[in-house]
């Protein structure tokens, strides 16, 4: 099982201007819903965003610590 915060301090590491959320989606800690908003996905396909969040995880991921994550990704909304 791993900690929520302890996956929005990975993402962080590789993405510091990131906003995560996590969400444990059956209460055991390895099936996760996890959003993140950041500026470095400007410019990128949604494959290479969520490349890059895998990237953060990989530790996680290739323990199973994490056994399935839905990912949502985007960049920051302009108030305009």
């Known amino acids: 099982m791993v900690k ?3 996956i929005g301090t990975a993402i962080k590491r590789l993405l510091p201007d ?4 996590v969400q444990d989606l059956n209460g055991g800690g390895d ?3 996890v ?3 950041s500026s470095s996905f400007a410019g990128l396909s949604l494959i290479r ?3 890059l969040v895998y990237e953060a ?3 996680e991921l ?3 610590a994490i056994h399935a994550l839905a990912l949502n990704t985007s960049t920051p ?3 305009t």
Request: aromatic share 0%.
């Open 49 to 51: 965003q969520h490349q």
């Open 18 to 21: 990131a906003q995560v959320s």
């Open 77 to 79: 909304k302009e108030n």
């Open 35 to 37: 959003d993140v908003i």
């Open 31 to 33: 099936h996760l819903q």
């Open 57 to 59: 995880l990989k530790k």
């Open 62 to 64: 290739a323990t199973e």
């Open 4 to 6: 929520s915060e302890d």
